[in-house]
């Protein structure tokens, strides 16, 4: 099982919530407890924004803890908004182009789940891919065929409508497979602008997802940084597992839902996948 | 530019064309001398035959002339019939699942050239691969599609035709698409018995591809190697490039050929793409 | 805490022990039941023997669990003699040259355990390096260290006078910092005809080692191997941890002892380490 | 032979020197026209300075022109003061702890260069290194020893007095050994506020060294480049080879000589090992 971890506010070096000794994304997947499997070795990806359009990616596939270069630059970039991702493969080759977050333009999409009977369906699902983006895919995974079948479907204009679609698709197919309970997805996707969260399984019995409530609980998880005395009230983390046990921090987004990190308030919003135009 | 070597012989440790400090493929690629690329460190594989069945392989993206453990394997590790490949990428990515030779159950396959606009005929090309072989590739190179492709048409029951109707049918396609020269290629492919090599190019002007005359010239070649002493008669070299200047050592693959090293008398003939259903 | 095996036997491919799917080294490794540390994703190594006398090594800092290479290598390498190591670093960088086992000449040496504040004595020890061996250290480990210490004091005469004379060493220079309960090691030490491994600690509280009783103890372990059934009778393992739980298959190294395995009888000597000339 | 830069000025994005597509650092290592060693793939590094006191690096062994994390940070960090080295080996393993720049503290240090006979004086030489630092120590390359070396004799107090002092101390030990021309060097080593290159070799014959004249040369150079119009004047590269022929735009660094890039005026001093307390 992959984890990640979705940051929006007052820029921050992205150690902050990354390399942390405690509670930070990579000593959890050290730990692993809640984790379906029993490390997350399989490679590694944040992607940033600053002030170039098309955002940053830092993909690897030596262990997080392990990577030296990942410390150096987790300590010296700075973002308002960043993606991080640890991979468990379930089965896909450990290479860069692999590794989540995924780009196209200034577009950012990760994922924690899967699409059970991958073989059985890839082609089909591959030949939906529009034939512009179609040269654009580099590796093997679900995750980035599901990337260009969003961004296929109209991401870049409705991302809800369009991840609705592929979800709607992806469950049709399958269901012409015979394959039950095809989608199992928690995904964040990105524009650098606004931050789309799902949580979504065919079976209804999807995995956890977790956004912070507001800057205070921030500040409670971490009294001791000084980096969060001064942060925007808008500062969200979106996580795929609590980055802590101190209660009252983190709130689970429902089941079956879409959340909308952005400007002003935040939203959440029933979802549904759907088929057909 | 890419360069291989494909040995068919008495058994060897593989570091005897590989890595002897002269005339071996990869001071050659350090070298460089005749590529289009000034040098080739974008990947390096082995495949080797032994007892078992399928062929074992070796895929690294370190240039070769740096990695040790090639090294200890191309000492330690001795086969009778084995292809090796040096990649100089022309843009796709730089991973283990894009490094030659590609495997199928006991086939090897490897590469030197492309296909012209691949970007624009892959999808269509893809489609045309067997839905049941589709799910095994892992890569993003055109070589494995061209691999795929031909498994497709029949390599495994007839490697010349599926072969010819290969090239035919990226000939097509890229026809269609207005691509002109679509298809330079030098190949070697091999079920663990019997070894076909193909140079041919849409514009007949193809990279180069020669082979030994006969293990007296490889002697000559080697005069103080004493594993050369004892060597079968019906050892042989296919090269991308000459290992060495040394004058009748290397007869040259002529343009749009198919050659056939097996027991007995090795073969060549005419090779020509065939298109059509 | 690092995790080993030493074999020493009818050759076999190095896979039956490395990578079954239960009860393998690796398997092992990703569940680490037992280890300090919650997972060993820090390197890999194996050295085996086979006609020449220097022994083959292929070590990698990928996670032993994603290493396609290491797969074909193990399923293609046969051996009767070969060490495999899975390493969990205390510190040093992550790094082939860091990789167990060390080799020198037909020597091959690995370790679980630790030097107690290593940076304190490093230097100390390294100068009682004899100089002709110092410029072959390539990494920055205790444990290549201790080799090269070993080599020093005649591990290639005689081993168990080596160790203990080095052990010995390692104590005083350690007293003399005022470093408590220096040394914590399990090695195993092979020249290719004779397997010594050593337990010991400082506090006399060692971590563990087994070894297997005999190969009738081997085929109940794995009753479905056809490899088992035509195995010599001197098969022997030794491992950090046992590789399953049956009752009567393993037996633990004393504390203090030191084990050769060896064609005949093998041995149990107790083990102590001597300070002075 | 290795390539190094050193970039002190105007906050630049890394990219500017290191990938453009023409007279780039990296660019050049492709050619490596003038290099002794045909290719430069050995590993890449870079240190930078932002607004954090020990300065960032990213280490990497895949060669340069194919390291994608390697494009994204030169596009997404600004520095005004920073290094960038290309190595090729001369000997010593390819790994992260040998690439440059080294850093301690906030001290970056790269080389070309060699210290000849290395095997015979290493170990004297690490002697000389302050046992408080000694533990530092983590790769195996001449260049890490000349940095310890050099802050063991006050690099961070007086740097050009160290280096001087460093010089002489590895010809003194070279010379005890009978080794002959010992030192070949172009260092660059810098705190974050001042940059110092040496340009010496024991034979008077020492690598070449080269930097901008000002800023309008700059200028000349990149006449499309938008981001050198508004460059402070006191922008200053500093290069192992020039990046480019445009007659003009370099000036050599004599022969045992030292620079200093600093606010204000920069400097050139004759530079002479010296030997001795």
């Known amino acids: 099982m992959c984890r990640w971890l979705a ?3 007052s820029p921050l070096p992205l150690e902050t919530f990354l390399l942390q000794p405690e509670h930070s994304l990579i000593d959890q997947s050290l730990q692993s407890q ?9 490679g590694f990806g944040v ?14 596939v030596s262990p997080a ?12 970039i700075r973002s308002h908004l960043f993606l991080a991702h640890i991979r468990a493969s379930t089965g896909t080759a450990i290479q860069q182009t692999n590794c989540h977050p995924f780009r196209h333009g200034q577009w950012l999409w990760m994922h924690n789940g899967l699409i059970r009977g991958f073989d059985a369906v890839k082609r089909e ?29 109209g991401l870049s204009d409705d991302p809800i409508s369009a991840v609705e679609r592929m979800a709607g698709m992806i469950e049709a197919v399958a269901d012409r497979h015979g394959i039950k309970n095809a989608l199992q997805m928690t995904i964040a996707t990105t524009d650098g602008e606004r931050l789309w969260v799902f949580r979504y ?8 997802l977790y956004y912070s409530t507001d800057i205070r609980t921030l500040r409670e998880l971490y ?21 802590s046990d101190l209660p009252g921090v983190w709130k689970e ?12 308030e935040d939203e959440l919003r029933p979802f549904r996948p759907r088929r057909g135009q």
Chains 1, 2, 3, 4 share one sequence.
Request: hydrophobic residues 30%; negative net charge; aromatic residues 8%.
């Open 7 to 9: 940051y929006s506010g």
């Open 201 to 208: 399984s065919t079976e209804r019995r999807s995995r956890s």
């Open 65 to 76: 803890w392990n990577d030296r270069n990942l410390k150096e630059l987790a300590k010296h």
């Open 223 to 243: 009294p001791d940084n000084p980096r969060l005395a001064g942060m925007s009230e808008e500062t969200r983390l979106v996580v795929s597992e609590p980055l």
């Open 34 to 42: 809640m984790g379906v499997h029993t490390t997350n070795g399989d």
């Open 253 to 264: 987004v429902p089941e079956s839902t879409c959340g909308i990190v952005q400007a002003g």
């Open 125 to 153: 699902l591959m030949l939906a891919i529009d034939p512009s983006l179609y040269p654009s895919i580099e590796g093997s995974t679900d995750t980035e065929l599901m990337f260009y079948l969003a961004m296929s479907l």
């Open 47 to 60: 992607g940033w924004y600053d002030k170039d359009q098309e955002p940053g990616i830092y993909h690897s």
